[in-house]
Each structure stands twice: as C-alpha cells, then as structure tokens.
C-alpha cells in the first residue's frame, strides 16, 4: 500500500449546538425582540383561528338548540291534543255506557209494560 492511504484525517467532533446558534447569540436585542413579536404574533394568529372556529361550533350549537326548543313545543303541542282528544273520548265512553244502561232499562221496563198490558188484557177478558 501506498503512504496515501493511511493517512489519518482529523476533524472537530459535534459539539451538540445547532450551526445557527451562534448567530442568534450574535443578533442584537432589538432582533431578538422582534423575533418574539413574530412568535407571539403567530401565536395569537392561532389562537384567533382557534377561536373562530369555537364560535362557528357554538353557532352551530346555539342553531341546534333552537331547532330541538321547537321540535319540543310541537310535541307538547300534539301532546296536548291528544290529551284533549283522549278525555274527550273518556267522556263519550261514559256517555255510552249510559245510554247502554239507559237502553237496558228501557228495555225491562218495555218487557214489564208488555206483561202488565197483557194482564190487564186478561182482566178485561174476563
């Protein structure tokens, strides 16, 4: 083998720091400050994007709301009116249980005139 080959070539090992990060430490204050009001900016950029959409879900929401307040009032509605029809049939079964009684009895009291008609038929005949 030649000399060439075995040379050794030394380097400077990886200390860990980001190549960038003497230049930051280089930037001056007034760069520094800017650099946090662009993150800060940024930062309240998503928090507004974050709020803008809680507030469409809440609108959403609020709409829903509404939408199910009036579904409830129509079903009270129809609820009330099938109550209404419910008591109203109650009472027209009471009335029929009447006139069944009612007819009953007239009835008994038809069968009872006809035999007291026919008695009074013999006693004539007598």
Known sequence: MSKPDQTTIKIRAYDGKAAGGDAQSNLSEEQNNALELVKKTAQLQEE???????LKAIELLQESLRQEQARSAEMARVNAALEAQLKELAGQENSVKKVAGLEAKIKELTEALGRISGIAAAGKAD
């Open 48 to 54: 507004k994007n974050r709020s803008l959409e809680h």
